[in-house]
């Protein structure tokens, strides 16, 4: 089994990274505008680099799309590949590959592609990049959050995944 998970997990994290991707560099760091904090939404909005009411369908549609993704994968990891079906080995199976998807977000994405490289660098914000860039505080906020954050989500998750395997 843990073998198993492994090989999910890396293809979850190609899958994530490829969508995550897809949703940035066809338009570029500004397209990828919803991904930012605020004042530097605000920014671009007022260097007339993207509208608001743009910003906000693309995360409509980002957050749509990751939400049904995620929850496809797992499902499909979980219930379909794995073959669970009791209630506590979907959950700490769901667990586990939501955790190191999690993990993968803070490390590869949100540190090494958006806090260390100059890719997410967006001429006019240099004085906001402070936020984004302060990859120390980001992976102490966020990796608590990925791994004790993930323990109420896959109980929900796992009632979930179990009601839909038991009705196919």
Request: proline content about 4%.
């Amino acid at each position: 089994m843990p073998q198993k998970l492994l090989a999910e997990t890396l293809v979850i994290w190609a899958l994530f990274f490829l969508y995550v991707w897809l949703s940035t560099v066809p338009l570029g760091p500004v397209g990828g505008a919803f991904y930012y904090e605020q004042d530097i939404q605000d920014r671009l909005v007022e260097l007339g680099l993207i509208t608001r009411e743009r910003i906000e369908r693309r995360r409509r549609v980002a957050v749509a799309a990751g939400l049904v993704a995620v929850l496809v994968m797992l499902f499909v990891c979980v219930c379909v590949v794995n073959g669970a079906r009791h209630y506590l080995d979907i959950v700490w199976q769901t667990y586990v590959l939501y955790a190191l998807m999690e993990a993968f977000d803070c490390v590869v994405i949100d540190t090494l592609w958006v806090a260390l490289s100059g890719w997410w660098d967006i001429p006019g914000t240099e004085g906001l990049r402070g936020s984004y860039k302060d990859w120390r505080s980001r992976m102490r906020a966020k990796m608590p959050r990925a791994f004790l954050g993930g323990i109420p989500l896959a109980f929900i998750l796992a009632g979930l995944f179990w009601l839909v395997a038991h009705l196919l």
